[in-house]
């Protein structure tokens, strides 16, 4: 009875992950449709750059803070009930974009989305921390983290090709639909791990008492997790955000090129992306002990970014496609891996609210270095600057992490 309730377990826990890459998937759907179709809107709404930082600044302002209080809402609620709640939230504020008609009323439901999605990663990380041992969490990390890749990949030509012939609105309605239904069917298939085995390989759902901020805090492991994506974290969002726009500004890119390109581009950091998950659990197989297998693939990540700097220098528009491609798959190969240092790191209890102060680090360096800052950077001086700034933040958050996080078990709260 023991095995077939352990190859239970083990059969279902890939239901539970397939749900976290369509969820996911869906939350970054309803996050970059706005960056694909400004080039679109900007005319039609008058839209400046400034002002479209200033749309953006609104969405990182609010999913920063938001994650503030994602994570422990996560850790109260568990994931079945909370992450159904997150989801049905963010699908509302995803569809009301069709309703704006100015800088104005599209920034007040930007901001709408960014609170509403903050649970997304706090639930999911939680989830992989309760179903998959250490050895398999990267990876596993790594397959529902590509969701949001898979959305970059299917995102834009969906909307260049197949949305937009009817009109902008409905880019928004169509991935405000799909996540009402992942809504309604979440609850329905999200098990806890009781319900399947009583002894499973991972150890169960606690039932501690929540932790408070002030007890995670007092580690210094937090603040080396918060650091690296406090660096790190506007690199992602500086492509989300402002590579549509690049790609027609600079390179001269009508919308249907730029649906083209970015399939290539996140493709390419799918693969560097699951490459990057795997790698920590093969050298952990061959004997390597967590954290040096987990810092030497973060290390390899982050020592391609610099060279991805050229490709605002380049005149060849195939380098700069090829470059950015890197940045983006060598950062996907670096997130998986520090999602996965909280659940190293921390017990289960205290996953989600690391989880959601580490996206708050996160945040508040997309709200620095990615938004209003590039807005006015590339009005007044051009992309160099930024292309340059986002060459080197890996590296220096590297740093921080080596010198910060030494432990291969969690801490004792």
């Known amino acids: 009875m023991q095995n077939y309730n352990t190859n239970k377990y083990i059969s279902y826990r890939w239901v539970i992950l397939s749900l976290l890459f369509f969820a996911t998937a869906i939350n970054y759907y309803d996050r970059i449709v706005l960056s694909v179709i400004y080039p679109e809107i900007k005319d039609k709404l008058s839209i400046t750059e400034i002002q479209y930082s200033y749309i953006n600044a609104a969405f990182m302002f609010a999913y920063t803070f938001g994650f503030l209080a994602a994570g422990k809402f996560i850790d109260w609620a568990g994931t079945r009930l909370g992450y159904m709640f997150s989801i049905l939230s963010w699908s509302v504020a995803a569809s009301m974009h069709a309703t704006a008609g100015s800088a104005v009323s599209l920034g007040i439901w930007r901001g709408m989305l960014g609170i509403t999605e903050s649970p997304n990663f706090p639930a999911a990380i939680k989830s992989v921390s309760e179903w998959f041992p250490k050895s398999q969490r990267s990876f596993a990390t790594s397959l529902f983290n590509s ?18 012939p009817i009109g902008w609105l409905w880019a928004f ?14 609850p329905f298939l999200y098990k806890k791990i009781e319900t399947i085995s009583d002894k499973s390989p991972v150890s169960q759902i606690s039932d501690n008492p929540e932790l408070t901020w002030r007890e995670i805090l007092r580690h210094r492991e937090t603040y080396g997790i918060m650091l690296g994506k406090f660096l790190t974290d506007p690199v992602w969002w500086f492509y989300i955000i402002w590579l549509p726009s690049y790609l027609n500004t600079q390179r001269g890119f009508n919308i249907k090129e730029i649906g083209y390109s970015l399939p ?10 699951a490459v990057g998950g795997w790698f920590p659990g093969y050298l952990m197989r061959r004997g390597w002990t967590v954290n040096r297998a987990r810092k030497t693939t973060m290390f390899i990540c982050a020592m391609c970014l610099p060279f991805t700097s050229f490709a605002v220098l380049t005149d060849n528009v195939l380098v700069t496609i090829f470059l950015v491609a890197l940045a983006c798959g060598a950062h996907s190969g670096w997130s998986n891996n520090i999602f996965t240092v909280v659940s190293d790191q921390f017990p289960s209890r205290a996953v989600g609210s690391v989880t959601g102060l580490a996206g708050f680090a996160g945040g508040i360096g997309g709200i620095l270095f990615s938004t209003v800052l590039v807005g006015y950077i590339i ?12 060459g080197i933040l890996h590296p220096i958050a590297m740093l921080c992490i080596h010198l910060l996080i030494k432990r291969d078990s969690p801490v004792e709260i």
């Open 379 to 390: 009005t007044y001086i051009g992309y160099l600057p930024i292309f340059l700034l986002m």
């Open 264 to 273: 290539f581009i996140y493709a390419f950091a799918i693969l560097l992306g």
């Open 173 to 186: 309605l169509f991935f405000g639909f799909a996540g009402f239904a992942l809504a309604v069917i979440w």
């Open 147 to 164: 969701g949001p890749h898979i959305a970059m990949v299917t995102g834009p030509p969906i909307i260049a090709f197949l949305i937009l």
